[in-house]
């Protein structure tokens, strides 16, 4: 193999690499006939931006509980001032101080004109309840922040599956369209055979020609309700509305329904709306503690240690016969509360209160979740015995059907009992479809009730 060919091989790698790498979506349509709805369930989760945002905001409540950690650490700084007076501060003394007669006064300066000190600077709060409170409310608001993220993540979970689903049963409906629109096709070509060998009138010709008519009609708008619905679903993918998607087909034969087991009514507690709410009375404890922390005392640890040089004259950054001074210090103070005119106090009845208000909601809140299980349960418990029913009434309107077509083409029986019959049919079709799309449905709905819809996607 020739260098050049090495290269274009080489180049040809890359540009597939790139290809791939930056247009991902390009190459998907390119390899792929159809998305799964797993595979839409992870497009549309990394390409949300308000889930993004979610994401974001739980790296911006840890760094707020870092930021926090921080204030419990010792603090160290190097500090140094240059300070040179134009004109030395003059104070006035008693002369006795120096030997003169009491009950005078005399000026003199006690300070020269430069002063140079540097320094290196530790302090600790040894103890602070304050800080140790402040730092619960912070982590707790990074626990909250992962709850909200998870909520929204279930929204889209949720979208995207119900619309998803509605997609994949409106095709089915379409495609059955396009059978019956044959099947009237098949029976306009029998029934002219029949009107030419005097066996049928021209009004059963038209009768079938405005029968065909109508129901494409019916394709028409079922093919646009279609395509709004895939153009809502790219909404929800976060996809351009030209992104060639496609759906997977819904197969029938293949349907199998889930069994439905007896429902946990303790399961509303894993929502995260319950959740959310019951950290927000977690959050008003803490809150609680941090006020009741303003009674406690706090000690702080200060620590000073440098040096000071002066000089009467203007001599940058030199002592006077180069005397270094040691400025050192060590400092611990004690801050005890006494009196705040009854602010804490009331902070503390105005925390209690909203907390009673918490548990009101939260109390709320647990009965309308169970409600909803409750409601999901008898929904799907409802539609699985209605798609049972009319999954025997479908079987029996093709019996039906393929009996008086029969009839029909034997001359036994008039086009109006064949239209009788195929609008029999196509009502059974429609009634089938429809329980089958809210069975489906409430599934969804008895997940999300329990809160097991992210669980389903792992």
């Given amino acids: 193999m020739s260098t050049t060919d090495t290269l274009h091989q080489l180049f040809f790698i890359v540009f597939r690499l790139v290809i791939v790498c930056v247009f991902p979506y390009v190459s998907l349509a390119q390899t792929t006939d159809t998305l799964p709805l797993q595979q839409c369930i992870a ?50 003394v008693p002369s006795s101080a120096f030997g003169g007669p009491a009950g005078e006064y005399t000026f003199t300066q006690f300070q020269v004109a430069q002063n140079v000190t540097t320094s290196f600077d530790i302090s600790w709060q040894v103890y602070n309840p304050a800080i140790l409170a402040a730092l619960k409310i912070t982590k707790l608001s990074k626990t909250m922040s992962k709850v909200a993220t998870k909520d929204k993540l279930e929204a889209i979970i949720y979208d995207v599956s119900a619309t998803y689903l509605n997609v994949q049963i409106n095709e089915l409906q379409a495609d059955l369209t396009r059978a019956n629109i044959a099947n009237l096709k098949k029976n306009q070509e029998l029934t002219t055979q029949l009107f030419n060998q005097g066996f049928a009138l021209r009004s059963d010709l038209d009768n079938l020609k405005v029968s065909i008519v109508n129901l494409e009609t019916v394709l028409s708008n079922q093919l646009n309700g279609i395509s709004q619905l895939n153009y809502l679903l790219k909404v929800y993918m976060g996809l351009t509305i030209d992104f060639p998607l496609k759906v997977e087909k819904y197969r029938l034969e293949a349907d199998s329904t889930p069994l439905l087991a007896d429902v946990d009514t303790a399961l509303y507690k894993k929502r995260s709306a319950y959740i959310s709410v019951q950290q927000a009375g977690d959050l008003l404890l803490l809150e609680r503690e941090s006020i009741r922390s303003g009674f406690r005392p706090s000690v702080n640890l200060i620590g000073s240690f440098g040096y000071s040089g002066l000089n009467p004259e203007l001599q940058l950054f030199t002592a006077y016969n180069n005397r270094w001074y040691p400025t050192n210090l060590i400092q611990l103070n004690v801050e005890i509360p006494v009196f ?97 799309v809210k069975l489906k ?11 097991q819809l992210i669980n389903n996607q792992q």
Wanted: hydrophobic share 35%.
């Fill in 43 to 92: 497009i549309a989760i990394k390409n949300n931006q308000s889930l993004q945002n979610k994401h974001l905001d739980e790296l911006i409540e840890q760094a707020r509980v870092n930021e926090t950690k921080a204030d419990l650490y010792p603090q160290a700084k190097i500090k140094g001032s240059y300070q040179y007076y134009l004109d030395v501060p003059t104070s006035l």
């Fill in 441 to 451: 449905m409430a599934d969804l709905d008895l997940r999300k009730a329990n809160g």
């Fill in 340 to 436: 705040d005119g009854f602010k804490k106090r009331n902070q503390l009845l105005i925390n209690q209160l909203k907390s009673q208000q918490n548990h009101n909601s939260l109390t709320s809140l647990a009965n309308t979740l169970k409600m909803e299980q409750v409601n999901a349960q008898n929904d799907f418990k409802r539609y699985l015995k209605d798609l049972e029913y009319q999954r025997e009434n479908l079987k029996l309107a093709n019996k039906l059907y393929s009996q008086k077509l029969l009839e029909y083409q034997n001359s036994t029986a008039s086009l109006n009992d064949m239209i009788a019959v195929e609008n029999t049919l196509k009502s059974a079709q429609t009634n089938y479809l429809n329980v089958l």
